[in-house]
């Protein structure tokens, strides 16, 4: 089993920034991917996989988000800049074992609880 824990959310400006973090427990994450989603419906924002190589960023927040890794220390972060009300959402860490399209949260097996942004106008 692995637990994520996410952080860093809250409240900022349009045009602020804020910088996810999320903390993965219970086994190390080596081979896996790992993604963001945010609210209900699980949209998906970035994917990492395992070496940091290859990354996925969905067409709305590509040039403002950056997705990182520490393998180390089984960590995945979400940097956001330019942020706009429309990224207001709860943020969703989550890590897939499987080989898949990583953009759908189909793919993935343990996701986190999820942290508040609030972007204001």
């Known amino acids: 089993q692995v637990q994520l824990a996410e952080s860093g959310g809250g409240l900022v400006q349009a045009g602020g920034s804020l910088r996810l973090s999320c903390a993965a427990s219970g086994r190390t994450l080596s081979g896996y991917t790992m993604g963001w989603f945010r609210q209900k419906e699980r949209e998906f924002v970035a994917a990492i996989r395992w070496?940091?190589?290859?990354?996925y960023y969905a067409d709305s927040v590509k040039g403002r988000f950056t997705i990182s890794r520490d393998n180390a220390k089984n960590a995945v972060y979400l940097q956001m800049s330019s942020l706009k009300p429309e990224d207001t959402a709860v943020y969703y860490c989550?890590?897939?074992?499987?080989?898949?399209?990583?953009?759908?949260?189909?793919?993935?097996?343990?996701w986190g609880q999820g942290t508040q942004v609030t972007v204001s106008s």
């Open positions: 070496s940091g190589g290859i990354i």
């Open positions: 989550a890590v897939s074992r499987r080989s898949g399209d990583y953009s759908d949260y189909v793919w993935y097996d343990y």
